[in-house]
């Protein structure tokens, strides 16, 4: 299993430099002149006739695409990484801030889908073609065809505009002030953890009130898909040759099912889980963006609008490297579940 | 014989699929939606000044006005919500397909490739398909068209370039599957070259599980072409699309209850729209992966 | 062994059973009216064509069908119990404890994620009353039984870690672990290699000598029917169309279908390349012939035949055969055996 997770790391450095490549040779694609614009920071600078040229020359914007893409690579890696127009400061700092905000949200969403939809996908596969099997899969697929930002605004409206019961923003009004408030300790910067930290109870139930609307909307889609795959999975392992050995041998019939099929039946849901925590972390942009929560989600969705290329390169770069790095966990968890995977 | 038992399962297939009542469902709807694709001028009429893709303004005032006769869905941002919807469904079966097919065209060509070549070339071209894989596809859409610039087509140049690599690698691993199978070693023993082996042995056996994923993927590229859009890095503002139509509620986001009829509308086309697809891709795995039989 | 079986009450006795699949096809009439009695001891062949119905007889004595299958009709007398009337808590107890199986494949038979140990310590916890070190003592016990070298290094192996022969001697001694009356074993040699399926040949013989286990050993193969078989049923198409002592059967076949499943057996003896096979394919089970389902394959079929059944008759001591033209039969056999001798 060490030469299995080794080898997997050692693949980690390209498959990381493949990702910059790739955008950064979107980035180069704007040529020089439109990528100089996103190092300007007032129009002052082009006051004089030659300005352009010296600056493109200053920045190194006319080189060949190796040599800026090795200077890129090599700020990037030093912890430069541009200026942010949306944030005001360095774009690292300015994820920094954001990052935890949606990682917050996205550790919250995980476990309920993930526990929700192996349940109902184990039980709707034991009730193969019941009634309740049916309902589970009708809802499944209205789930897996629901847009999150129709779901999204469609909540919104139902609980904000209809019955006023929460807002839209990470807080209440007022909360985010004591918030800003000097004397309030940042040690994680997730909203609820915060809070509690800093003694703050009703803070802390505001936060996870905010937090609600939010996950239902992010999770609806994944629930459905993992619980897609559970099911047949499930159906899948139900049918195998060792299930059968399983009741020759006179084992129970719950037996059979969480213990023989269930865990099989999980392995490939654990891929799945991983992807599925990845695709809540790139469905935080549009859930962000519709419950005006400030995270990275939303902030790359301001970016895109401002054309602040360096910031929605950073947050790009960031998404990627969760994803990269959640890949890595779900490989190395699979190996642990299934043993004959250990060998190779 | 192989022809025929082909022929006559094709048959069979066609017969399960009208049998199973969420696939019927499913085509119905899908059915529907091209009924209104095609009839768009006789149901929404047209847009007198210029580009029918164009939803004609016809108010100045920003401010939303609720569906009444004239305007039954409502009118948003100036523009009638009706019409939009209704030639959305062009832009959606247009951006769908086209996507759909090119996305997948690629990937079975990369995926062939892998498969046929093998060592080092498949390594290549798999690890290629991890990284484009490693940028999530809505992240790696939007870097895109911002990049690229506002407009339909821009929106699905992204959607193609990030859309292709599941079908690489579904297609090249039933390759190496199919390359095992008995009638393949014996066109092999025959001497048949390689690619023509590819072509008449191995991709149509291996291509309805593609297809199934193409059904299943269409709506999802239509979902994230309104994300875009949605988040104002997709089609231009005006354009006949639904999510550039749900774009304009974000202005109301406090007020939603002056515009929800820009939500739902749209909305509702969507979920249906989405749903189609899914039903009958779901029924298509169904019949395809006998497996997977119930 | 002994075929001395008059003064004895069989160990299992089937009467009739009937078992249904309902497909979407239509109902598949898998096992329709088979009958036989396994004594205490004993290994009886069943033996056909895949699709017979054999494993499915099998799988309906354990009550294992999955749900589409159906025991339509029938009796199955299992050690003085009636096993279709036995609620399921109970007969769980039987599984594995009264009544083993092994199967195939002992690849997919085997769970993956679970030790071989694992898997034959949860079935002695299950019917013994002992604790888990004991149950592991008894596992590596069974394994040294069964000829796995170092059991108590394999008994924390995964399935896949063990070669295919040592598998299924792995799967042997899982089903052997609470000491069964009756054994079914479902092609135990036909996924393994032809050395190693002799091994385990032999193995059963020894353990049924030391444990005194009926079996019942369904196979294709009347080599494997030649070597451990006492008495046989031959199946074909859900039906038994012979059921006789084997050493009668190999030298009086009644049954044109028995004949020419003997006659398919490649000789090495014979220079002659000649292979002979049963003309024409298995009919489709949703739709059989009428009268003998056989008809449509045997060479000596008439009119009758395709529209009568022929039902299972004494033909000679303790041998029964379903066939209106067992004269032609006697006829054919003799002419070749004449031919061959000359």
Redesign the interface.
């Known amino acids: 299993m060490t030469a299995y997770i080794i080898r997997r790391l050692l693949?980690l450095p390209?498959?990381?430099i493949?990702?910059t490549?790739?955008?950064f040779a979107?980035?180069w694609?704007?040529g020089p002149d439109k990528l100089l614009g996103s190092y300007i920071k007032s129009p002052e600078a082009l006051k004089s006739p030659d300005a352009k040229e010296r600056l493109i020359k200053k920045y190194g914007l006319d080189q060949p695409m190796p040599m800026m893409y090795g200077k890129w690579l090599w700020n990037l890696l030093q912890g430069d990484w541009g200026y942010s127009l949306v944030g005001k400061v360095p774009v690292s700092e300015a994820i920094a801030s954001r990052f935890p905000y949606t990682l917050e949200l996205a550790l919250y969403a995980v476990i309920p889908v993930v526990l929700v939809a192996i349940w109902l996908g184990v039980t709707s596969a034991i009730h193969?073609?019941k009634f309740l099997d049916q309902f589970i899969r009708v809802v499944a697929?209205?789930g897996?065809?629901?847009?999150?930002?129709?779901l999204g605004?469609?909540l919104?409206?139902l609980f904000?505009?209809?019955l006023d019961w929460v807002?839209?923003g990470m807080v209440s009004l007022g909360f985010d002030r004591i918030m800003s408030d000097p004397n309030w300790t940042n040690v994680t910067r997730m909203i609820t953890i915060d809070a509690l930290i800093n003694g703050r109870l009703d803070i802390f139930l505001d936060g996870l009130k905010h937090l609600i609307l939010p996950i239902a909307t992010i999770s609806f889609l994944w629930w459905a898909y993992l619980l897609r795959i559970t099911r047949?999975s499930m159906?899948?392992v139900l049918?195998?040759?060792?299930i059968?050995?399983?009741?020759?041998?006179?084992?129970?019939e719950k037996t059979v099912i969480n213990k023989?099929a269930r865990?099989?039946a999980l392995?490939p849901v654990v891929t799945v889980s991983g992807l599925t925590i990845?695709?809540l972390?790139?469905?935080t942009?549009?859930v962000e963006?519709?419950f005006?929560r400030s995270g990275i989600g939303r902030f790359?969705?301001q970016?895109?609008?401002l054309?602040d290329?360096w910031s929605?390169?950073g947050?790009?770069l960031i998404?990627?490297l969760v994803?990269?790095l959640g890949?890595l966990i779900v490989d190395v968890s699979y190996a642990v579940?299934?043993?004959?995977i250990r060998?190779r | 014989m192989a022809e025929r038992k082909r022929k006559s399962d094709l048959r069979k297939m066609m017969k399960k699929f009208w049998t199973n009542p969420t696939a019927v469902m499913g085509a119905i709807l899908l059915f529907f939606f091209i009924g209104v694709a095609i009839f768009a001028p006789q149901i929404a009429g047209v847009n007198e000044f210029g580009d029918n893709y164009q939803i004609p303004r016809v108010s100045w005032s920003s401010s939303p006005q609720p569906p009444d006769a004239e305007h039954p869905f409502g009118v948003i941002g100036g523009r009638d919500v009706f019409y939009g919807v209704i030639w959305g469904t062009r832009t959606a079966f247009r951006l769908g397909l086209i996507v759909g097919l090119s996305a997948t065209f690629i990937g079975v060509v990369v995926g062939s490739i892998a498969a046929y070549f093998g060592g080092i070339i498949d390594e290549i071209l798999m690890r290629i398909t991890d990284i484009f894989l490693s940028i999530p596809f809505l992240v790696a859409a939007m870097v895109l068209t911002t990049i690229m610039g506002k407009g339909l087509n821009n929106v699905m140049i992204a959607l193609i370039a990030f859309g292709w690599m599941s079908s690489a690698r579904l297609i090249r691993g039933n390759i190496l599957q199919a390359r095992e199978e008995q009638y393949v070693l014996a066109a092999k023993a025959l001497g048949q070259k390689d690619g023509l082996i590819i072509i008449k042995h191995i991709l149509p056996n291996t291509i309805f599980p593609v297809v199934v994923q193409l059904t299943m993927r269409m709506g999802n590229y239509v979902i994230t072409a309104a994300a875009l859009s949605f988040l104002g890095v997709g089609a231009e503002p005006g354009y006949a699309d639904w999510g550039t139509i749900l774009s304009y509620a974000r202005n109301w986001m406090t007020m939603l209850d002056q515009a929800w009829f820009s939500i739902v509308f749209p909305g509702i086309a969507m979920v249906l729209f989405v749903l189609a697809w899914n039903l009958v891709g779901d029924a298509l795995r169904d019949i395809f992966d006998p497996r997977m039989r119930t | 062994m002994n075929n001395n079986n008059n003064h004895k009450k069989p160990l299992l006795s089937v009467k009739d059973l009937r078992t249904y699949f309902h497909t979407e096809d239509g109902i598949v009439k898998a096992v329709d009216g088979v009958s036989f009695e396994v004594y205490p001891g004993e290994t009886l062949g069943i033996v056909g064509e895949s699709g017979c119905g054999k494993s499915v007889t099998a799988l309906s004595i354990m009550r294992l069908l999955d749900e589409k299958g159906e025991i339509a009709g029938g009796e199955i007398e299992f050690d003085n119990m009636n096993v279709l009337s036995i609620p399921e808590n109970k007969m769980r107890k039987l599984r594995g404890n009264e009544m083993a199986m092994i199967f195939q494949e002992p690849m997919t038979a085997l769970n993956p994620v679970y030790t071989v140990g694992d898997q034959i310590m949860e079935a002695i916890l299950l019917h013994q009353d002992v604790n888990e070190k004991k149950a592991r003592e008894l596992a590596v016990d069974m394994l040294q039984r069964v000829g796995i070298p170092e059991p108590g290094k394999r008994v924390d192996e995964y399935p896949h870690e063990l070669s295919g022969g040592m598998r299924q001697r792995a799967m042997i001694a899982m089903s052997l672990s609470c000491n069964p009356k009756l054994l079914f074993a479902d092609e135990p040699t036909t996924a393994l290699d032809v050395t190693i399926q002799a091994q385990i040949l032999e193995l059963m013989k020894e353990l049924q000598n030391e444990y005194g286990m009926s079996i019942i050993m369904i196979t294709h193969d009347l080599g494997v029917i030649a070597e451990v078989t006492d008495r046989v049923v031959v199946m074909y198409a859900g039906k038994v169309v012979e059921y006789a002592d084997v050493n009668t059967l190999f030298k009086e076949p009644r049954h044109p279908y028995s004949w020419g499943l003997m006659n398919a057996i490649p000789r090495l003896d014979e220079e002659k390349e000649k292979l002979y096979n049963i003309p024409g394919i298995v009919p489709n089970p949703l739709d059989f012939p009428e009268g003998c389902r056989f008809s449509t394959r045997c060479p000596h079929a008439t009119d009758k035949c395709k529209t009568e059944e022929p039902p299972l008759e004494e033909v000679g001591e303790k041998h029964f055969a379903a066939c209106w033209h067992i004269d032609k039969l006697l006829e054919e056999i003799k002419r070749v055996r004449e031919g061959e001798s000359a």
Request: charged residues 15%.
């Open positions: 693949i390209f498959i990381l493949g990702v490549l790739i955008i979107m980035i694609s704007l193969q073609n697929l209205i897996w065809s629901l847009p999150d930002f129709v605004l469609f919104l409206w904000y505009a209809r807002g839209p047949s159906l899948e049918r195998k040759d060792y059968r050995t399983a009741r020759a041998k006179g084992v129970p023989h865990r099989n392995i990845i695709g972390l790139s469905g942009v549009i963006t519709v005006v790359i969705a970016a895109a609008q054309l290329y929605i390169i947050a790009a998404y990627s994803l990269v890949n579940i299934d043993p004959r060998l």
